[in-house]
């Protein structure tokens, strides 16, 4: 069996993520050889389950299941509630242990009921997006929104496990698998010039979705993740690099209450926001911001924004969690796969870079 296991270091809580074709398939033996709980509540939705849920439930022989529905508009608290109904029903203790298959935003939910179920329970992630398989399901990052922002309730709380099939992205919708393809773009960025080069090789390739060529982005994502939250497990330094495109990214899906992007698309047009400020500070050269552009468009178009208000965004920006003393950090490139945080950028600046990548005045 072709699996391929990258540690996630982290000083409170080393844990694996593990990679390969034949991970659903063989789940219930994978989550027994790291020692986690064998008494197991499933968290899913009803989407992921009827695509995936024979393969996978059979594989992991929960004592109970819970289907929640997901989207980003089911991303809240009351969806949370009954992840601890199906808890309560199977007289879960603190011996148990909860796993999260599907997007990121069954991956945030259930992981902050984990987080919090009698003060926190055992979770292992199967994530089944490629949002979830590069970024969410490793970290820890757990939570929900609230109508006044994203993700502004949470916790931090390790997984014991990621298991990773990319086979199952061979199901998502198209949108959905480019929305993942975003956020690739979003390490191959702000993290590495080698990812880029691959990308903008394989672009056909990955797009097409060539197990070949999307086995090994995953993994130099997952990788590159596992480093840098092993380094910075609260997002006090270097985690803060995978911000990138995320301030601006935060408002669009605000401002259209999160109805109109998908996460990916919504970082995506924060990552050109935060490329134009920085080309017009003198940062970052044109050619790289062409080159950027292009490679990020290759993967297809995003949804129009022509009808946003620039002004209403960056009112939006104004209530980023990433604002700290009363000024707002931004992820800015200064090259392929580098970045730099600094956190004086003005809304005039962020005014015009909107406009610039199509926004109305
Ligand atoms: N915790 C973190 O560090 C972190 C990082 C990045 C993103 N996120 C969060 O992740 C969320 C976005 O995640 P997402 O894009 O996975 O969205 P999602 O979980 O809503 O999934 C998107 C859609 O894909 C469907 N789906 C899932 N797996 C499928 C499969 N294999 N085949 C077919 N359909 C499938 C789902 O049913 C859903 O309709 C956001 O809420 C974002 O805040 C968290």
């Known amino acids: 069996m072709d699996l391929t296991r990258i540690d996630v270091a982290m000083a409170s809580k080393p844990y694996p993520v593990i990679i390969g074709e034949d991970v659903s398939s063989r789940l219930g033996t994978l989550l027994d050889e790291v020692g986690f709980p064998a ?47 199906g808890l309560i029903a199977a ?51 757990t939570g929900v929104n609230l109508r006044e922002g994203k993700n502004l309730v949470g916790a931090f709380h390790q997984p014991s496990a990621v298991l990773v099939d ?5 199901t998502l919708n198209t949108r959905e698998y480019r929305a993942g393809l975003y956020e690739v773009l979003k390490y191959a960025m702000a993290c590495s010039a080698a990812l880029f080069e ?44 995978l911000n990138f495109g995320h301030t601006a990214g935060h408002a669009f899906e ?29 940062r970052l050269d044109a050619a790289t911001q062409d080159a950027f552009a292009r490679l990020l468009f290759r993967f297809g178009d995003l949804p129009p924004i022509g009808d946003l208000a620039a002004a209403d965004l960056v009112a939006a920006m104004a209530h980023d969690k990433k604002i700290v003393d009363g000024r707002l950090h931004f992820v ?27 926004c109305g005045e």
Not at 57 to 67: E, F, I, K, P, Y
Not at 102 to 116: I, K
Not at 166 to 170: D, F, T
Request: hydrophobic share 45%; net charge positive; proline share 3%.
């Open 198 to 241: 691959r990308l903008d090789r394989d672009a056909d390739a990955i797009a097409r979705r060539q197990a070949a060529a999307i086995r090994p982005v995953v993994e130099d994502c997952c990788r590159t993740k596992a480093a840098i939250v092993a380094a910075d497990e609260r997002e006090g330094g270097p985690r803060r690099v």
């Open 332 to 358: 800015l490139p200064t090259g392929i796969g580098q970045v730099e945080i600094v956190n004086d950028v003005s809304a005039d600046e962020l005014r015009a870079a909107l406009v610039a990548v199509g």
């Open 39 to 85: 008494r197991r509540v499933l968290v899913s939705s009803p989407r992921v389950w009827r695509l995936h849920g024979t393969r996978v439930g059979g594989a992991l022989g929960a004592q109970a299941s819970v289907l929640v529905p997901d989207g980003e508009r089911s991303k809240h608290l009351r969806t949370v509630l009954r992840i601890y109904d």
């Open 91 to 141: 007289g879960a203790d603190r011996g148990w242990g909860l796993v999260a298959v599907g997007g990121g935003v069954v991956g945030d939910m259930a992981g902050f009921a984990a987080a919090t179920w009698l003060r926190g329970i055992a979770v292992a992630h199967v994530p089944t997006t490629l949002v979830a398989q590069v970024d969410s399901a490793i970290g820890g990052k």
């Open 166 to 170: 990319p086979g199952v992205l061979g």
């Open 254 to 282: 605000a401002v259209t209450r999160y109805g109109r992007f998908r996460h990916g698309e919504a970082v995506a047009y924060g990552m050109l926001v935060a490329v134009d400020v920085s080309r017009r500070r003198g």
